[in-house]
Structures are given as structure tokens and as C-alpha cells.
């Protein structure tokens, strides 16, 4: 029998070993960690709309019409009005014909690599793609090639090279621990020149990039002829629950037959549909959450130059901090915790051995104040 106790030992040896904070007070940017008073800056609610009253009022509501669960698949029972009206709603948020609810973004990428591509077939995906993409081009069995972090020359090769078998073309929008954002316009000439298809997944794009929110794809003009696949996920910058496919009406009825993590799960509870529909509206309607979001980014990205500190070049929420060994960035993820600010330390093989990291998020529901007590902090500690 394998010795996981050993293993653990390892994973501690090596500076790997994780452990769970918990919280005691609702998601937000002030929050009581493991009995302390702490700032978080490690939180995905980019536009802080978790706890709007809002968005709070309608899943109030979503619960008292609903009740709790949705009792079945939604090929069974599960699928209520309130499902499908978010479906069209964010339809007409994406610009595209259909959309269809996953119950988490690791299921949507799995159900659509697989059900777009088996044996035979060749997946290309980016070398620091979310794992969830990685594990479903490991799980359709069709040939998995990886090119080098956003080089759409390496890509162009690796097609070049396959002449036979569906070809499916796979990458983050924003990549979620370097924060940076892929070429899509290259990507997508890419795939169109070798009839291959371009799947994005912009869970860490929606309601961040964009005019309106509109994520990656809407950053650099795109349309469906460019990105005919598009995934979101719903806990991010919506601040509730679940993940959605954007597409064709063909690919969308595709899914709905062989995507089997959508066929034998359960339906989201009909009320996190109804508070995603609140926070989507918000999520376009309210400019000024991005602007501000930039402005705050800004303001750390200057006092850190200021400060010499190694951030990774991104111009999104996510703002890693290098520090390349594993317990140095433990132990500055301790310090700052000591001092109430909640940052986690990243490690392989979430990212690159020699690349750990404090991945430093930022939210609109942050102020000034908050993000220049997150420099006075880390000059004191790094």
C-alpha cells in the first residue's frame, strides 16, 4: 500500500505541504481568518459583488421561491426557468446565439475538451494553462501538445504538423497565477489557418476586461468566428457559483448530449441562478467597479516599483509577487498574515518549480487606504 504518511512528511520537507484557513465571516475584503482581523488580498470577487445587497436579496428570494436544491441533472428535473432565463441572459451578454450552465468551470472544461475530442485527435494547449484545461485534454485520450507560454508561433508549428483527427486549440483568456493575458488574435489566426478549433477560458477575464465586462474576447474585438469557444465561470467576478459555455446553437446542443459532467450532475440550486442574474446585470451596468479596480492596480504597481519589489507583468487584478523558493514564500505569507494582511503563497505545482509566489489579488470593494497598508506591510516584511 502507497505511504502517505510519508508522502506528506515530503510535502512538508519540500515547502508543499497546504493547509486550509478558516473563515468565520462572509466572503469579502475584511474578513476574520483562524480568529484574526485580516484584509484579504487573495480573493477572486474582482468587482466585489459577492455580498452586494443585491445580489444577497435576489438568492434571499431565489430560496424562498426555489427552495435549496434543484433536485436532479438538468436533463432530468433540474432545469428551472431560472436557469434558463440566466442562460439567455448571458447569451446576450456574450454576443453569442446559446450559452449552457456547467456547475463548476473545472466541469465545463472537462465536458467540452471531451466531447469535442477523443483518440485520433489532437488538443493543443498553452504550457501554463489552469489545470482544469490540462486534466480535460488528459481526459478525452486525444493526443495533448503543449506550446510554450502565449507563442503563437510555437502553435502555428505544432499544427502545421497534423493533417488528420479534429484539432482543438485551448487557452486561458487571463492566466490565473501569472495574470497576464494570451495573444488571442494570434491564437485565433493561428487555429483558422490549420481548421482548428479556439477555445478560451475566460474565467479570470469576465467582468474585468471589456467595456462592459465582456472579458478577453470582447478586450481585443473578437467574435465568435474567431473564439467559437468561450467558458466562463461564475464565482469570480459575478460572485456567486457555477461556470457557463458560450457558443453556436449546434455546439451548445452538442454539449447538452455528450458533455457527461453536464449530463450526470446536478443542476446548480436554482437560486444561485437567480443571484448570478442580479450580479450580472450590476456587473454591466457598473462601470465605475473597473475603473476603480484599475486605479487601485495602479496605485500598487507604483508603490511596489518604488519599494523594488518583483511583480510578474500583468495590468489585471491578479498581481503575483515573485520570490521563487518555496518556504521563503511561506514564510512571508506568515508575516503579513501576523500583521492582517491575507495573501497566500503559491508553490508548485500550482506554478513552475522555482517560481512560488504571493498572488496578490485585488477587488473593487478595496480602497486606497487598504492598498497602501498592503505596501507599508510589505516593505516592513519582504
Known amino acids: 500500500m502507497r505511504n502517505l504518511n510519508a508522502e506528506l512528511t515530503r510535502l512538508k520537507q519540500q515547502g508543499l505541504y497546504r493547509q486550509r484557513r478558516i473563515l468565520d465571516s462572509a466572503t469579502g ?4 481568518a483562524d480568529g484574526r482581523e485580516v484584509i484579504s488580498f487573495c480573493s477572486n470577487d474582482y468587482l466585489g459583488l459577492a455580498n452586494h445587497p443585491d445580489v444577497v436579496k435576489a438568492m434571499q428570494t431565489g430560496t424562498d421561491h426555489w427552495g435549496v436544491g434543484s433536485g436532479a441533472s438538468h436533463l432530468v428535473n433540474g432545469h428551472t426557468a431560472a436557469h434558463h432565463a440566466l442562460e439567455e441572459e448571458l447569451a446576450a451578454f456574450t454576443g453569442r446565439p446559446r ?3 456547467f456547475s463548476t468551470g473545472y466541469m465545463a472544461n472537462l465536458g467540452v475538451i471531451a466531447a469535442l475530442c477523443g483518440r485520433g485527435d489532437y488538443v493543443f494547449e498553452d504550457r501554463l494553462n489552469h489545470a482544469s484545461l490540462l486534466d480535460g485534454g488528459l481526459l478525452s485520450q486525444a493526443r495533448l501538445q503543449r506550446y510554450a507560454h502565449g507563442d503563437s508561433a510555437a502553435l502555428e508549428t505544432q499544427l502545421a504538423r497534423r493533417d488528420s483527427g479534429e484539432k482543438l486549440v485551448v487557452t486561458d483568456g487571463v492566466f490565473s497565477m501569472d495574470g497576464d493575458i494570451a495573444p488571442l488574435p494570434e491564437l ?21 476586461l471589456g467595456a462592459t465586462g465582456g472579458g478577453t474576447v470582447a478586450h ?4 465568435m468566428d474567431e473564439v467559437p469557444i468561450l467558458i466562463g465561470t461564475l ?30 450532475t446536478t443542476a446548480l440550486p436554482p437560486a444561485v441562478a437567480e443571484a448570478t442574474r442580479a450580479s450580472l446585470k450590476l456587473l454591466q451596468t457598473e462601470n465605475w467597479r473597473r475603473d476603480k479596480l484599475q486605479r487601485l492596480i495602479q496605485r500598487f504597481r507604483s508603490g511596489a516599483a518604488e519599494l523594488g519589489l518583483t511583480l510578474m507583468d500583468s495590468y489585471t487584478p491578479i498581481q503575483p509577487l515573485l520570490i521563487g523558493d518555496n518556504d521563503r514564500a511561506v514564510a512571508l505569507s506568515q508575516a503579513l498574515l501576523k500583521q492582517g494582511i491575507l495573501i497566500g503563497a503559491i508553490r508548485p505545482p500550482t506554478v513552475p518549480e522555482g517560481s512560488a509566489r504571493l498572488r496578490i489579488t485585488f477587488s473593487a470593494a478595496h480602497r486606497e487606504v487598504d492598498v497602501d497598508q498592503l505596501l507599508t506591510v510589505l516593505e516592513m516584511a519582504a
Open 99 to 101: 450559452t449552457l450552465l
Open 220 to 223: 481585443f474585438g473578437l467574435g
Open 235 to 264: 464565482g469570480k467576478a459575478f460572485g456567486s457559483f457555477g461556470a457557463f459555455v458560450a457558443g453556436a446553437e449546434e455546439l451548445i446542443e452538442f454539449l447538452i448530449q455528450k458533455a457527461r459532467p453536464y449530463i450526470y
Open 188 to 208: 485565433a489566426a493561428a487555429a483558422k489557418d490549420h481548421n482548428a478549433w479556439l477555445m478560451v477560458d475566460d474565467a479570470h477575464g469576465f467582468g474585468v
Open 29 to 32: 475584503i475584511y474578513a476574520h
